[in-house]
């Protein structure tokens, strides 16, 4: 059982930064990958990130490649987005998931079972 809350979001200036943490419960944190997906108003929830259980091995989309870094620290069982040259179409509430098993990498929405209540990113034009 994995329980994720996410913090970190607020209202930004395009062009600006910010950096979300998502900190995790119980002890096996470091078995599991690890995502972030968003959703922007109107629009379906979408995959931006996933790094895997040993801390390497990361997956951006591509509207997030060069902009967005994650990354996580296991001895403190919390992951991160770290977010800049934003965008107003970066504008989302942003999640944290973990997949349904440990040491289960995946780019399906549909493998991921524990989900943190989100935060808002907002960035004005």
């Known amino acids: 059982q994995v329980q994720l809350v996410e913090s970190g979001g607020g209202l930004v200036q395009a062009g600006g930064s910010l950096r979300l943490s998502c900190a995790a419960s119980g002890r096996t944190f470091n078995s599991y990958s690890m995502a972030w997906f968003r959703q922007a108003p109107g629009k379906e929830r979408e995959l931006i990130a996933v790094?895997?259980?040993?801390?390497?091995?990361?997956y951006y989309v591509d509207s997030v490649k060069g902009r967005f870094t994650i990354s996580r620290d296991n001895a403190e069982n919390t992951l991160y987005l770290q977010m800049s040259s934003l965008k107003p179409e970066d504008t989302a509430v942003y999640y944290c998931?973990?997949?349904?098993?440990?040491?289960?990498?995946?780019?399906?929405?549909?493998?991921?079972?524990?989900w943190g209540q989100g935060t808002q990113v907002t960035v004005s034009s």
């Open positions: 790094m895997s259980w040993f801390g390497g091995n990361t």
């Open positions: 998931a973990a997949p349904r098993s440990s040491f289960l990498r995946s780019y399906d929405q549909k493998d991921y079972r524990y």
